[in-house]
């Protein structure tokens, strides 16, 4: 049974810093390529960064140069640290694990950017 567990939202001020989690568990982790999407209030569901196993990553334009995407492929985690975070940044963060066709997706945490 695919699982993923997201973790690490909280109410942070503007310019602060959080580090999200997803532990992934059923999926075979080092095939996955794992993504991270948001969905504020209203809005619809969109793209935040993914990577790939071998390496490679990809931002939206939006974060670029404040997200950053990272996977430990030991401990089945993909991490996204978020930097100098605005209140446009406000919204439930979800991961998402693909391969193939195939799309798993979190619970979602949410991330609260207000003074």
């Known amino acids: 049974q695919v699982k993923l567990v997201e973790s690490g939202g909280a109410l942070v001020q503007p310019g602060g810093s959080l580090r999200l989690s997803c532990a992934a568990s059923?999926?075979?982790?080092?095939?996955?390529?794992m993504g991270w999407y948001r969905q504020a209030p209203g809005k619809e569901r969109e793209f935040v960064a993914n990577a790939a196993s071998g390496g490679y990553t990809d931002y939206a334009d939006s974060i670029k140069g404040r997200f950053t995407i990272s996977r430990d492929n030991v401990k089945n985690t993909v991490y996204l640290r978020m930097n100098n975070l605005r209140p446009e940044d406000t919204a439930v963060y979800f991961c998402?694990?693909?391969?193939?066709?195939?799309?798993?997706w979190g619970q979602g945490t949410q991330v609260t950017v207000s003074s």
């Open positions: 059923g999926v075979f982790f080092r095939l996955n390529v």
């Open positions: 998402k694990s693909n391969i193939g066709v195939t799309d798993y």
